[in-house]
Antibody, heavy 119, light 110 residues
Framework: QVQLVQSGAEVKKPGASVKVSCKAS????????INWVRQVTGQGLEWMGW????????GYAQKFQGRVTMTRNTSISTAYMELSSLRSEDTAVFYC????????????WGQGTTVTVSS | QSVLTQPPSASGTPGQRVTISCSGS????????VYWYQQLPITAPKLLID???LRPSGVPDRFSGSKSGTSASLAITGLRSEDEADYYC???????????FGGGTKLTVL
């Protein structure tokens, strides 16, 4: 079945970087964009950006530009999201999600990766 | 402060009809599709309504979406206890060149 499986929880110190992976299966990885969404504990959903796994083209939310990098390895059908200069306010669950064809409706989601930023 | 505005909470009793509103502007809802997501506790969000009013496979027809101008609504009829969740609207924003979410509405089934 179609699924996205994310890497495990991370604990990072302020100022460090974190790289979260998202492995796709059950479909052609290069045929659909991958989006990343952040959810701070107890708060709402926040879109971070998108990546086209075929071309590698990306688009980032203004809030995260300069701090986020989205990449992929097509040989293993895996997308990555790296967030740098971490601060305590970045403590959150990060989701990868696949929009359906032709739109922005994200119909396949990863299970989420918890990133804790603490000194 | 979210770009799309939702009421923070809504409630209803089993069997009732509940609506959740989502207000935006000409650069987002006014010119692009609206999406609705349901998030049960400690789970990933689920696409509930696609492209203003389309239900993905497996979503009960008790859920419906509509859009008018710069506002959208999610309606739930025949409310059930398992509908207790957080609901988020989303739309592409042309001015921001990004997807924006509402702040979310916590639905309580009394």
């Amino acid at each position: 079945q179609v699924q996205l499986v994310q890497s495990g929880a991370e604990v990072k110190k302020p100022g460090a970087s974190v790289k979260v992976s998202c492995k796709a299966s059950g479909y052609t990885f290069t045929s659909y964009d991958i989006n990343w969404v952040r959810q701070v504990t107890g708060q709402g959903l926040e879109w971070m950006g998108w990546m086209n796994p075929n071309s590698g083209n990306t688009g980032y939310a203004q809030k995260f530009q300069g701090r986020v990098t989205m990449t992929r390895n097509t040989s293993i059908s895996t997308a990555y999201m790296e967030l740098s200069s971490l601060r305590s306010e970045d403590t959150a669950v990060f989701y990868c999600a696949r929009p359906n064809k032709g739109g922005n409706g994200m119909d396949v989601w990863g299970q989420g990766t918890t990133v804790t930023v603490s000194s | 402060q979210s770009v799309l505005t939702q009421p923070p909470s809504a409630s209803g009793t089993p069997g009732q009809r509940v609506t959740i509103s989502c207000s935006g502007s000409s650069s987002n809802i006014g010119s692009n599709y609206v999406y609705w997501y349901q998030q049960l506790p400690i789970t990933a969000p689920k696409l509930l309504i696609d492209s203003n009013n389309l239900r993905p496979s497996g979503v009960p027809d008790r859920f419906s979406g509509s859009k008018s101008g710069t506002s959208a609504s999610l309606a739930i009829t025949g409310l059930r206890s398992e509908d207790e969740a957080d609901y988020y609207c989303a739309a592409w924003d042309d001015s921001l060149s990004g997807l924006v979410f509402g702040g979310g509405t916590k639905l309580t089934v009394l």
